[in-house]
Each structure stands twice: as structure tokens, then as C-alpha cells.
């Protein structure tokens, strides 16, 4: 049997040798085709070297935000992107500083220095006079950077809920355009004036959309969900545990935009409105931003308003229910892929809660993902019963096989091997999936692989299911494995 093949096109800068886009194709032509059409661009230099990341697949388009499947994908997508930035760079802000000292200071002396003296950790250098001013300058410039790096976790939790506001901004425009009753509520009044110079009905209900958004936006976070839940004439905060964590999130930003993160009687009064416990805090006192906060921040912020998204979705186009769980199933299982098994699990717990599923087909998805995610948590015996409580006899093959798979029923993986269609599991599938991280060491389900499809069986599943790390360490992990390699690179 031919190997299966894939292309990968890279382009780079000429002059720096940045690699600055990357497209993945299974077909030579298409990859080709990619190459021709950058080639005849003639995008201006300037213009591509903004951004130093690789384009993976060649597309630089930004989710539409015209529909709750395109704002999903762009909510995610920002979140997500914090959510890989945070924790490696809080882990890398202490070696920033130790490496400029080494660069500035430590360096030019130890090579330009007469060295006098050591004595277990100390080294005494006899310097000339000439050089002070660059030391002390070196010094200074080293403390703003202390100072400056100090002020980062703050820096960053301003930034997510800022990002969680621009999505609510795109949310709720969306809101109105699919409900326009709530527009047609509006008590805004157009002038004479106003409504000549907007020229038209579909201008002045922009107009009347966008002046109403912004009014949302005004209000503090709890407030915009309390009117929210009053336009659409449903609760939006009963059986949400996160609400308490997101208030409060949302809350200590405040307190850095405001006051520095000093505690405030309106942060303590909000909280307590909203059931979080503040333990025994007191006007004054300081609040810390730490990586592990910053951590479960992002996941609070995605939870809530990827939930909220759904919501919405659901009450207000219940003719794209399916298209609603399809969208549920497809991004949670790209997090399943990731590691993040508790947001894979607080968002498919959501799913198989509601209380209308108009695809089976889905709603099987999300059993078997979720149980994917309580096993890889820990949560064997919940995972076991999830399943158990199942009918899947006339479940189609794909299904048994993944089941038998997370179960560890290798035999059973091995004759649905022999016989399931490659439209259902191909190759690659069992290589990739998730479900199947319990079986791919087993010489069994390996040597029927490798019969079926006469090729070695290679997986990265192989040592993830002892090595593997959840999304509470894995980010620390990756941030202490990028630190250490700046180490050796000194």
C-alpha cells in the first residue's frame, strides 16, 4: 500500500529569514497553487512583516461575527490565544530581567574588568571609573524594566476583559439583529436633522443598533446580563457556577484599571451580591495577580462566554439547533485535542443538559468526548457510567469502536478494526483521536494496524496517557521548558 503523503509550503523573508506563513494541503497542486498566488500578490514587504507567526493552512481571514457560529470561532480563537501566551510568558518575566543584567552588566565587566577576588558565590572586579555612568544607567534602565514587567498580570487581566467586551459588543448586535422587536422598543428618538443626514430607514436602525450596543456596554458586567435576560425574557445566571467567578473577575479589573488593585468597598459589596466569597478582605488591601489566577481567568471568561453564546444561539434561531451542537462538539473536541479536559467538560456537561437535542448524532459526541475528558482527569468510574448508561448496538461502528477504545476493551477495538470503512475511522483517525490514547501501546491493537494497513502503527498518544499534563500544569510546564531553553541559549 502507497504511503499517505501531505505537502507543506513555507514562505520566508529574504532579507531577515523569518518564516512567515505556512500551508499544510494533502494535494502537491493545491500547495503549488499557494505558492503561485503569494507569489503574485505583490503584497507590500512592509505589510507582511507585521506579524512574524506562520499562517497555518494560508488563510488570513478573520471569523465573520454576521452569525453565532462565526462568533464562537472568533471568541475562541482570541481566548485561546491568551490562554497559550500567559502562562509561558509569566513563567519567562524573572529570566527577562536576570538575563539583562548578565547582557548589561555582568558581561562587559567580567571581559573588560580585572577580577581581584572570588569566594564561593562572589566575584570582586577592579573596574575604571569611566565605566560608572554605563553601570549606573544600566541599573536604572534594568529597574524600570522590574517595574514595568511588575505591572504585566495586570496588564493582561485587562486585556481579557477587554477582549470578553468586544465579543459582547459583537454578541449582542447579533442579539438585536435576530430579535428586532428589540429595536423597535428602542425609546431613542432621531431628529430632523439626524434622519436627513443618515439618508435612510436601513441607516438610522444602524445608527439606533449601534447607540444601543454602546448604552450595554456602559453598564457594569452583572448589569448587562440582568438587561440582557430582561430583552430576551429568560434567565441567563440560574445553574451557572461560574457566574460568581466571572463577576469577580471582571470586578478585580476594575480595581487594577482604578485603583491599582487595591481593594475597594464597591469590589467587596459587588462580590457579595453575587456569591463570592472574599474571605476576610478589607477596604485597602492588595490584591496579587498570579499566573494560577490569570490561568483560571481565562478559562472563567471562555466558559461563561462561550455558554452565553449558546444560549442566545438557542433561543433565538431554535431552527439552527443542530447547527448550535454541531459548533459545540467541533470546538470543544479541538480543546480535547489540546489537554484542556475541564473546559471540555464544564462546556459538554452544558450541552447534554439542555433540554432539546435535535441530532442524536451529536449528543453521542459529546458522551464520548465527555467521557474522554473525566478518564484523562481522573474521573474513571463517572466515565463508566456515562457510557454504560448508553444503547450502543445500533450505534454506528465509529461510535463502538471509540467506546470499546476508552473503555480499554482491546479486543473489541481490534474486530471493529478489521471491518470498519475508512469514511468512518480511517488511519489517521487512529493515530489522532483522542479516544483511542488507551489502546495504541497495546502489541494487539498495533499488530492489527499494521496488518490492516501495512504501514508502522506511530502515534504522539503512545506516552500520554502516564506524561500527560492537564491544562491546570501544562502551561507552566511549556513556560518552564521555554525559560530553560533561554537559560541554554545564554
Known sequence: MADQTFYLAFEQDSESGEWLRLFVSEEMQKAQKWIDDRQSEGVDEAVVLQSSTPEVGGSTETPSTATFGGITKEFLLSINKMHRLIPITMTLLPNVERYEFDRRIYQPVSKTAKKIGQADQFQLYECKVDALPKIRRALREIEHLREGTSSLPGMFLMGL???????????????????????????????????????????????????????????????????????LGMPLRIDLPVWPRFIEVCERRNLIAHTNGAVSQQYIQVCKDHNVDVGDLKVGDQLVISAKYLNASVDVVLEFGWKLIQTCWRKLRPEELKEAAESLVIESYELLRIRRFKMVQAMLEFGLGQKRHDSDLYRKMMVVNLAIALKCIGDERRAVDLLAKEDWTAAADKFRICVAAVLEDVDQVVGLMSKISDDQVNRLAFREWPAFQWVVSNTAFIAAFEARYGEPFVTDWETSVEKRSTEEGRGDQEGQETSAHLNRQK
Do not use: C
Request: proline share 1%.
Open 161 to 231: 476583559v477587554s477582549t470578553y467586551d468586544a465579543f459582547l459588543a459583537d454578541l449582542l448586535r447579533l442579539v438585536f439583529l435576530s430579535k428586532p422587536e428589540m429595536l423597535a422598543a428602542s425609546e431613542r428618538i432621531l431628529s430632523f436633522k439626524e434622519l436627513t443626514e443618515l439618508g435612510s430607514v436601513e441607516a438610522a436602525r444602524e445608527y439606533i443598533l449601534a447607540k444601543e450596543v454602546e448604552a450595554f456596554l456602559r453598564k457594569s458586567h452583572h448589569e448587562q446580563i440582568a438587561s440582557l435576560e430582561a430583552k
